[in-house]
């Protein structure tokens, strides 16, 4: 690649490293690193091995390091490059295929500016069920092409623990979109997901665009589609949405959907509780997950837990996080308690003996059970077996 003008990609603070990349007669590299000591040798090197890799030969790099790891120096390598260069990058792909896993809890999905790598390091540590990378609201026009690169090459080194990854790209529509995908769909991530989706055709379109850049990457890993309704067309549209094919989860974001529609925000939520049901109804409807919104302040424990509590009695799976102190509270919500599951292993044992003695009526003493909570009992059981809870043993009901 050929070098004609100035470019640069990354900043000056812990975690990331600024490189400044311009046209000269040679290939020289001038490094400054607050780890300059113990690894000064290492970070050249990789600077190097990615010069290599896009065939600079003609470049000055000045690179000011403060503890970038590897995948984030080779990340802002090449963004500073392809921005100095007129010629196109080569892909960098995942090398494996992979099934979707639907059914899989999504209780969390914690957010994470993908323009700050100092918080991709310890993001698996909190246990959060989907880590979602966010190229949109977090990361400012200017930092939107240096960024694709840093979590493209974070995906690529699939260091996100047991935590499913998850990329939030900018509209389709926009000035930023298309070029998400060129650079996030290769590399494989578990889930996309759309801002702001109004009709099935944006899914559509974003799963057409998808399949064309993997077949140029030569990569079939596959991908599934979290819509994010944010306005009203969009809550209208929520049925044809989640219908669409690829969708896996469907989630709601409150704060852009009251903007939209002239609500003012409350903390009981009354003006999002329409919209949050169409969601949910239109998701379980064509047998998609469903995931509330963030809750925004996460200084307040106490109304996340009650929040949380009421969208799991609404019927969500799950919601949008945007600090890792929320992880914890929001998993205690949508983990069976003991009483829950005791219930749950008597009514499934009560519809299981029902049915060998041939009868239609199930009972726990008394009670009658009707068919919703049986079926309620088997998806509180199968929460608990992908948690690893023991069930607990239960004597014959009399």
């Given amino acids: 690649m050929i070098i004609t003008k100035t470019a640069v990609a990354g900043k000056k ?17 001038s490094l400054t690193s607050s780890i300059d000591k113990l690894y000064g040798t ?45 010629d196109p990058a080569p892909f960098k792909a995942a090398k494996e295929d992979n099934a979707i896993e639907i059914d899989r809890l999504r209780r969390s999905r914690l957010y994470i500016p993908g323009n700050n790598p100092n918080l ?27 960024t694709r690169y840093l979590v493209r090459n974070l995906l690529l080194t699939g260091r996100l623990g047991a ?10 529509s926009g000035p930023f979109g298309l070029d998400d995908i060129e650079i ?13 989706a109004e009709t099935a055709q944006d899914v559509r379109d974003l799963t057409a665009e998808i399949e064309r850049i993997q077949q140029r990457a030569g990569t079939q ?43 003012e925000r409350t903390r009981d939520g009354k003006e999002q509780l329409f919209a949050r049901q169409s969601v949910i109804c239109a998701a379980k409807a064509f047998g998609r997950l469903a995931s509330d919104t963030v809750f925004s302040d996460f200084g307040d424990t106490e ?20 600090h890792p102190g929320q992880v914890a509270p929001v998993h205690e919500v949508y983990t069976p308690s003991p009483d829950e599951l005791l219930f749950a292993v008597k009514v499934v044992a009560a519809a299981e003996r029902a049915e060998a003695e041939g009868s239609g009526v199930v009972a726990i003493g008394s009670k009658m059970i009707d068919a919703p909570i049986v079926a309620r009992a088997q998806r509180v059981i199968a929460t608990a077996e992908k948690l690893a809870i023991p069930l607990p043993s239960i004597e014959e009901e009399k």
């Fill in 303 to 322: 109304g996340l837990i009650e929040s949380t509590r009421e969208g799991k009695a609404l019927g969500f799976d799950g919601r949008g996080l945007i």
């Fill in 13 to 29: 603070t812990k975690g990331d490293i600024e490189i400044t990349i311009r046209p000269f007669e040679e290939r020289t590299i």
């Fill in 42 to 86: 290492k970070i050249k090197a990789e600077i190097e091995a990615e010069l290599d890799r896009l065939g600079v030969m003609n470049a000055s790099v000045v690179a000011v390091d403060d503890g970038a790891l590897d995948y984030v120096i080779s990340a802002r390598v090449e963004a500073a490059v392809i921005a100095a260069s007129d």
């Fill in 120 to 146: 991709f390091v310890n993001a698996p540590v909190f246990g959060a069920d989907m880590i979602l990378l966010d190229l949109e609201d977090s990361v400012p026009p200017s930092e939107k092409h240096a």
């Fill in 163 to 172: 935590s499913e990854a998850a990329v939030r790209i900018n509209q389709l």
């Fill in 184 to 196: 996030i769909a290769p590399a494989g991530p578990s889930i996309i997901a759309l801002p702001k």
């Fill in 221 to 263: 890993h596959k991908i599934g589609i979290m819509p994010i309704i944010e306005s009203a067309l969009g809550v209208v549209n929520a049925p044809e949405i989640a219908s669409a094919d690829g969708v896996v989860v469907l989630a709601f974001g409150a704060e852009d959907f009251t903007k939209d529609i002239g609500a």
